[in-house]
C-alpha cells in the first residue's frame, strides 16, 4: 500500500514539473510578445496620463502612478501569496497526517492480528506510544475469553441436565409404568395387594413430579430468569417456623431440633426464597443426620451480616468433596438409592439463592458434625457475589459449628 501511493505521487510530480518546464519554455520563445502586452496592460491599468502645457508653451503627456489601483493591485498580491501559502501548508499537513494515520493504521493492525492470533502479552507486542490501546485491547481480550468459557460451561451444563434428566426420570417412570401395568393386567389381584401397587406408583409418580419441578427450578435459577422481592424478614421467625414444619418428618426417626436464635434477627431479603434455601438445607440435614441425634439451628449478627447456621450429626463429608455439595446433580453416597434421594439440586438452589441476595454459603464437616453456614445481609442492596464465594465468618473449621 505505502510502495503505490509513493508510485502514485512521484508520477503526478513529474506531471507537474514538465507542464511548468513547458510553459517556462513557451514564455520564453514568445517573451517579446508577451513583454509588450504586459506593458501595455500594466500601463493601461495602473497608469494615468495628464497633459499639460511646458514653459516652451508646447503640450506635453505626463505618465503618473494610478495609486489607488497601485495599492489594490499590491494588497491582492499580498493576499494571494499568502493564499497560496497556506493552501500550500494545509495540503502538505493533510498528506502528512493521512501517511502519519495510515502509518499508525497499519501498525496497529500487524500488532493486533498477532496479539490475538498468539498467547504472548500486550505489552510484549504494543509499543510504548500504544500502551493505552493495547491495554484496551488486553482488557476486550479477556473479557471475550471469558464470555467464551461461560457459553461453553453453560453448553456443559446442558448436555449434563439432559443427561441427569434422563438418568433419574428413567427410575421412576419405569416403576410407574411397571405397576400401572401389573394393575392392568391382573385384574383379580386381591383388593389389599392392588391399593398396595397403586399407593407405591402414586408414590412414585410424585417423586418424578417433584423431581421434574426441581429440574425447572434449577434451570431458572441459571438462566437468571428468577426477580427478588426483598423486605425485611425476621430469620428467627423464620427458621422457627421451618423447624416446627419439619417436626413430623424428624420424629420418624427420633431426631429433634434445637434452637439457638435471638429473639429477632432482620435481615433484607426475599422471604419465600430465603424459606427455599433453609428448607433445603434442614431437608439435607434431616437425611444425612444418624438416628436420635440433635440438629441445631443458631443465627446471630457478626461483621454487618447475619450468620445462620445448621449442624447435623452424621457421616463426615470428605474435605475434597465440600464444595461439591453444592454443585448440581450431587448426592451423597448414603443417599443413592433411597427414596428419598431428590435429583441433588437442593444445594445448588440454595447456592443460587444465597448468591443473588448478595449472600455467601459454606459447608463444614468434621467428627461426624456437619455445619452448613449462610451469610446474608442485614439491609441495603448489596451487589450480588459469586454463587459459592466468601466463607462465614462465624464457621470453625475444626469443630464444623458456630462459634
Known amino acids: 500500500m505505502k510502495n503505490r501511493d509513493k508510485s502514485r505521487y512521484r508520477r503526478v510530480a513529474l506531471v507537474l514539473a514538465g507542464l511548468l518546464i513547458l510553459a517556462l519554455l513557451v514564455a520564453w520563445r514568445n517573451r517579446n510578445a508577451l513583454d509588450a502586452a504586459f506593458r501595455d496592460w500594466f500601463y493601461g491599468t495602473f497608469m494615468t496620463i495628464k497633459e499639460y502645457v511646458g514653459p516652451d508653451g508646447e503640450n506635453y503627456n505626463l505618465l503618473r502612478p494610478d495609486w489607488p489601483r497601485m495599492v489594490a493591485l499590491m494588497v491582492g498580491g499580498l493576499i494571494a501569496v499568502c493564499a497560496s501559502w497556506v493552501l500550500i501548508g494545509y495540503c502538505a499537513a493533510r498528506n502528512a497526517w493521512r501517511r502519519q494515520t495510515r502509518e499508525i493504521t497499519g501498525d496497529l493492525a500487524e500488532m493486533l492480528q498477532e496479539y490475538l492470533n498468539s498467547d504472548r502479552d500486550a505489552s510484549d507486542l504494543f509499543r510504548e506510544e500504544y500502551g ?18 461461560k457459553l461453553r460451561e453453560e453448553e456443559r451444563d446442558k448436555s449434563d441436565l439432559i443427561t441427569y434428566l434422563a438418568h433419574d426420570l428413567k427410575t421412576p ?5 411397571g405397576y400401572l401395568s401389573l394393575l392392568d393386567e391382573a385384574r383379580d389381584l386381591p383388593e389389599a395387594q392392588r391399593e398396595k401397587y397403586t399407593a407405591i406408583a402414586l408414590g412414585k409418580a410424585e417423586r418424578l413430579e417433584g423431581l421434574v419441578n426441581e429440574f425447572f427450578e434449577i434451570t431458572r435459577y441459571n438462566l437468571r430468569r428468577i426477580t427478588l422481592h426483598r423486605e425485611r424478614v425476621d430469620l428467627s421467625l423464620l427458621l422457627t417456623q421451618l423447624a416446627e414444619e419439619f417436626y413430623p418428618m ?14 429477632e434477627l432482620t435481615v433484607w431479603a426475599d422471604p419465600d426464597k430465603l424459606a427455599r434455601v433453609f428448607n433445603n438445607l434442614l431437608k439435607n440435614a434431616a437425611s444425612y443426620s ?3 441425634t440433635e440438629i441445631v439451628i443458631s443465627a446471630e449478627v457478626q461483621g454487618g451480616q447475619a450468620v445462620a447456621a445448621i449442624r447435623n450429626q452424621g457421616p463426615t463429608i470428605p474435605r475434597e468433596k465440600l464444595d461439591a455439595v453444592f454443585e448440581k446433580f450431587y448426592r451423597g453416597d448414603e443417599a443413592r438409592g433411597t427414596g428419598s434421594a431428590g435429583a441433588g439440586l437442593g444445594l445448588a438452589i440454595a447456592r443460587e439463592i444465597v448468591s443473588l441476595h448478595g449472600g455467601a454459603i459454606q459447608a463444614m464437616s468434621a467428627n461426624r ?14 451487589a450480588p457475589q459469586e454463587a459459592g464465594s466468601g466463607a462465614p465468618p462465624a464457621l470453625s473449621e475444626e469443630a464444623g459449628q458456630t462459634v
Do not use: M, W, Y
Open 132 to 149: 493505552a490501546i493495547g491495554a484496551q485491547i488486553a482488557e476486550l481480550k479477556a473479557k471475550t475469553v471469558l464470555q467464551e468459557q
Open 250 to 263: 424428624l420424629a420418624q426417626r427420633g431426631n429433634t431440633v434445637r434452637l439457638d436464635l435471638p429473639g
Open 369 to 382: 458434625v456437619t455445619t452448613f453456614a449462610v451469610t446474608l445481609p442485614l439491609e441495603g442492596e448489596p
Open 290 to 292: 444418624d438416628p436420635d
Open 173 to 177: 417412570l419405569t416403576s410407574v409404568i
